[in-house]
C-alpha cells in the first residue's frame, strides 16, 4: 500500500540491470599450476583488445595446456607496454619485465607492480583498474610476507607467494579531460 523501497525496485532488475552483453569475459591470471610454482611458463600475446564496460584493454594469451597437446587462452589485464606477438612468462623463475608475472617474493623492492593477488591461487584482484599499480615496499622474509603499498596509499602486507603482473595496468589517462 505504501511507497516502493527503491532499493527493492532495483533488485528486481529489468531497467536497473547492466548491458553486460558485449563484455569479453572475466580477466584473471592463469591458474596457479605445477610449471609455475616451480619455473616458468611461456605464453604469446596474441591479441589486445577493448572490453565494453572496463576502462583497461585485455590482452589474450596464449598457452600451452598443462599436461594436453593442445594450446589454452587467457585473457588478462594488458599492461602499459605490452604488444601483440610478446612473449610473457609466468612463475617463480620468470624475470623481472613487464607483463611477466611471479610471485611477491621474487620481486625486488621498489618494484611497481599490479593485478596482485590478495590470497595465493585467487587469479587478481588488486590494482586493475586503468592506471593503477601497486609499489613492493618491502620483503618479511620471517612472516614469509611482502609489504605493498596500494593504489588508495594504504599499505598491505600479503603473503609473498602472491602472484603480481609487473608493470601499470594500461588504459590510463582514461579520466583527464581538456
Partial sequence: MGKCILAQRRGAGSIFTAHTHKRKGAAKLRPLDFGERRGFVKGTIREIVHDSGRGAPLALVQFRHPYKFKR???R??????????????????AELAIGNCLPL??????????NVELKTGDRGS???????????????PDQEKTRIK?????????????????GIVAGGGRTEKP
Fill in 126 to 140: 588488486l590494482a586493475r583498474a586503468s592506471g593503477e599499480y601497486c609499489i613492493v615496499i618491502s620483503q618479511l
Fill in 105 to 114: 617474493k621474487m620481486v625486488p623492492e621498489g618494484s611497481i607492480v599490479c
Fill in 76 to 93: 588478462m589485464i594488458a599492461v602499459e607496454g605490452m604488444q601483440t606477438g610478446q612473449f610473457v612468462y609466468c612463475g617463480k623463475r
Fill in 150 to 166: 596500494l593504489p588508495s596509499g594504504e599499505k598491505k602486507s600479503i603473503s609473498w607467494n602472491c602472484r603480481a603482473v609487473v
Fill in 72 to 74: 589454452v587462452q587467457t
